[in-house]
């Protein structure tokens, strides 16, 4: 089922009811808009969704054109086919490539050949669904790189402070271990009793501490790197 809305925009409700009734035989399963009014034009662009627009030139006092040019600079999910019933856009050069300039898929003359008109609608919606496909996947590649980047710049940013932090810890950590040893040896030549307490009741508890600490540093340094 081919998804998305187009709008037939004229000024003439009869024109509107015969399109309706041959869009529906040969585009029945898009939605579909048929209004006179170019502010239900304008309206339905800003949903911003993809609408394949059949604007005629000439509404009433207001030029199509211009409308179109308000629709597409509200949405730019949106494409235009001109129609006209006056020969005298269809045979004017000019006119035919301003239009397309404008970026119109072409501009058609009354009375419609409803078929082609169908075939055009249907093949440059299935472009233009395409089209906004492809500009989702781009903006969700896009975010997922800028947070991978971030997740890098993180990592490189942990790395340096894991470093940072680690180099002083292995020269505590060798510290305490040969103040431990120091004390070890001074308690084997010392029968002190004042000396043995000091050792055992402060210096010691506090290198066991420390070597406490400096270990939950090492594990918290271990989980940054993993």
Known sequence: MLKGTYCVLDDEQDFLTVAAGEFKKFLPDMKGVFTTDPDEAITLARKDKPVIFIIDIVLGGKKGMEIYQRISAISKKVRVI???????????????????????????????????LAIKVKNNMQLLLYQCNLEDIIAERTQQLIHADRLATVGTMVSSIIHEISSPLTFIKANQEMCKYAVGNAKK???????????????????????????????????FRR
């Open 82 to 116: 001109f129609i006209t019933g006056d020969e005298n856009f269809i045979n004017n050069d000019d006119i035919r490539n301003q239009i397309l300039l404008e970026g119109s898929i072409d501009l058609m003359q009354k009375p419609i050949k409803w078929h082609e």
């Open 189 to 223: 030549v010392t029968e002190n009793k004042e000396v043995l307490s000091i050792f055992d009741r402060l210096i010691i508890p506090s290198v066991d501490e420390s070597m406490k600490g400096v270990e939950r540093i090492e594990e918290l340094l271990n989980s």
